[in-house]
């Protein structure tokens, strides 16, 4: 296979901060070849084609735009991404990152366009649809991965390999929470984001439930998220901060925060982190990450430009920086990029295999349990679909076995 097309359905904010950046970087190796991008709107493509950050790390890079924005910078297509993955050649790779909701109709049209799939979280919004895709995958040799990208963060597979070699024992109780700056409220989350499609624990909430699975291996059973509605700026409605009580098949109990609504003033991107307590046969033990504060502290001379900027700062190395190697242009590094580097190069090694060789080396992929796929996470859809019962349903506690089998 020569080095395979890349089709991003969507051109928000994750794709410029990571997954953009992280196929420039691929594509500047050789691993990746054609860049394509299809949006809804043409104006968000000329924002990625014309962005400093972009230009000044990847010098002569580019993508082909769909729709062309140099034709007309106002057209806006929903259904465009249809014929765009049907147009790519087969057993390519489409990449998934539109909004939540949109993902199980994306997903779909790529698999019957014959191409794998790298979809960013969470797979979708319901079990069963979570099921179909893992069938239509498994019957095309396709592999989909979902890119739970805090699982390449080296903590967690650090914390992963200990738990399993028994070093911490069994986890009883623990606590996790992100909380996305209130900025966040003035973009496009305020258009989708909203009470009837999804909420903060859905958003965000589901990284810190995949991540105690990853560590620990464990399955949750129930969930209950209290929500508090709010208004966006655009007067839509929106769960803007959730309280959930994940409780998991040995019992243990973990408690999830989530919101829009970190102070924008406050250093760091975000708030989040994970604290797991843990028992031997006689003994407590612990797991704490903090997963904001990563021990840099900088003072800056004036404030940088950028929504949620500050004059102090407490950036994060390990999630997605761009470095100085010698040029040209500069190199993303972080888990954000190993992410999308595991994922596209699974693809290429499922697609390199012999036909007959593929559905064991797609099962091999499931039972190696490091990339997430529909098979083997599907505790993160049903989570999910439960959690909005849950949260619709005044914050009842809802078994994961009312909304569908593992
Ligand atoms: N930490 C993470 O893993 C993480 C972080 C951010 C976002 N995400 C996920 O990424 C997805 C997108 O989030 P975002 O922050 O980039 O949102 P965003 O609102 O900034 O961007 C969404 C993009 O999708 C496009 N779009 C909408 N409908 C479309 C259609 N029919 N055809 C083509 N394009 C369409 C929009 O034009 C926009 O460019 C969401 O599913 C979100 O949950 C994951």
Redesign the pocket.
Known sequence: MSAPVAAV??????????ILPSLYHLQRQGIVGEIRI????AS?LQALAESETLRRAFPGQSFHPYPDFKVDPNAR?????REVLAAMPPRNIAIV????Q??YD?IMAALHANQHVLT???LVLLVSQAAEIERESALRGLLVGI????RFDDRSLMARRRYREGNFGEFRLGTACLLEKWYYRH???Q??CTTEN?DAFA??GC?YVDLVHFITGLLPVSVSVYGIRDRYPNGNEGFLWTDARVLWNNGACLNVQNALGFPDDAPGTNTQGLTMYCAGSDVGALISHSDQYRGLQYSYVKRPSGAGATVYAEPSPDYFQYVDLGGPGLVPVGYGYRSIEAIVGACIRVEQAETEDRPKLLREIDSAGILATPANSRYNERVLEAGRLSILNGGRQVRLEEVGPE
């Open positions: 359905i969507g051109g928000g904010m994750i794709v410029h901060d990571q299809c949006s809804q709107r968000s297509h929903a259904d465009l991404y990152a539109v909004p939540d949109l993902h994306v960013v979280k969470p890119e739970y990208h805090k973009s496009n989350f258009n989708w999804s958003y965000i990284h």
